[in-house]
């Protein structure tokens, strides 16, 4: 009762020679998308390598984890394949992808609160090295500002962070994060100010 | 003479886009001529060039390094026993060993007491679809009830439903071809909580449960507490397939997509039940 059993996605052979190589990286995200539901894996890493750095950023600050991002970001890409034969071609790649993203990193979001109690799970900072370069200086004192960013977009509520995120980093419209967060556009463009004035606040207040 | 100063939220509709085109340049007029606008809008604009910048350290490797990382885990998955997918998709907390425990404290004593109103519940289901073949998914009657003080209550349309209530499905009508399960509830904030399949962090992979064959109604083995649910009205829907389905779809999908309508469209010759409840934390 309640069993479980293997189910099987084997990719169908695909990947011609036409459709390796330089070739595709000129294609949109659609057009590869549609290569991929025919079991293309040269397409489908285009795509990966295209969105990669967006889709793990985007997961670290969707679940306030950086450290677990990249393993989050490869199962999106893995759900992404999974899924392939199921996309609508109508739909635009780039909006399916972050839905996608936004679901798996919210529930880590959620799943790591609960493991919050046993781990302890404050990532901790790449090493800086010491330089005198001005260039150098002003590199790290842009990446330690992104750093202070990210840590107080990660103490954000839930629901002021996901819509920030979504208005500015990913730019969906109102409309489009209505449907992605089920609530009213008044509801979250008020999330979105009140976003945006609390990192504001807390990033002027630790400005050295 | 200078007009007023904007009200931060207005500079923050602006940069939003959100003003309309007239006030957005009577606003960018009076920050061009005012220092302190000018200033405030700039630490605005910084800090949404900085949102939308790559956070650092978070790829750690280059973008095809990391695809090949991708690749390599596609290829090797027919092995992957210990992949953690469980615990990205799953939001229901499995609650097999104490479930195993109240199901053979119970077991015997609700379907006593519950029986009559089980068999009416039945017949209303399958009334519709009597004419279609003894194996066709339409015909399962299933249901769902929570376990209370050892006491089985079924669950329908309206009910209030506990956030660390025991749930438990029960099935009838399943001899001939195998079947299977997808169960989960949508809470009000859209959240899937699965109850069939219900799986742990180390769990096979994520498919619908193949239910047993039994011509009366039988409970299911696997009993499921909700973890963390949105209180508020909340969907429990059923859908029973003739093929073992991953449950992707129904993780992936908006919530508006979970509709019974909309899931008779995708799933056409299976059964779809959807169960309106109040989900109540307290």
Redo the contacts between chains.
Sequence with gaps: ???????S?EPRPADTAAESGGALAVRSDEELMALVRGGS?AA??VL???H???V??F???ISGD?AA??E????V???V???RA?WEPRTRFASYLY??AF??AR??A??RR?RAAVFSAA?L??DLVPTSSADEIERLLE?E???R??EA?RDLPDDLREA??L???EELSYEEME??L?AKSSTL?SR??HA??R??AR??KEAP | MTSPCPAHDTLVSLIDGELAETRARAVRAHVESCARCRAALGELEALVADLRAPVPDALGQSPEAFADEVLARLASRPARSSERRSALLGRAAPFLAAAACVALAVGVGWRATSRRAADAEFSARGAASLSAPDDDPRRTLVRFGRVRDGVFEPILDGAHVRADDILVGEVGATEGAQRYLLAFVVDAAGERHWLYPAWEVGAPRPVASALPRTASPRVLGTMVRLEDPAPGPAQLVAIVLRHAESVDFVEQAPASELTRERLAARYPDALISVTRIVVEVR
């Design positions: 009762m309640g069993e479980l059993l293997p189910f996605r894996k489908f890493r990966v390598v295209r990669a750095a967006k793990v950023s997961c670290a600050r950086r991002a990249r989050i970001a490869q199962d890409w893995l759900a394949w999974d899924a199921r839905t996608v679901s798996r529930n880590h959620r799943s609960r990532p900072d790449a990446r500002r992104r750093n960013l990210f977009l920030v995120v208005r500015f980093v449907t992605v089920r463009r979105v100010h945006l004035a990192l504001k990033l002027g």
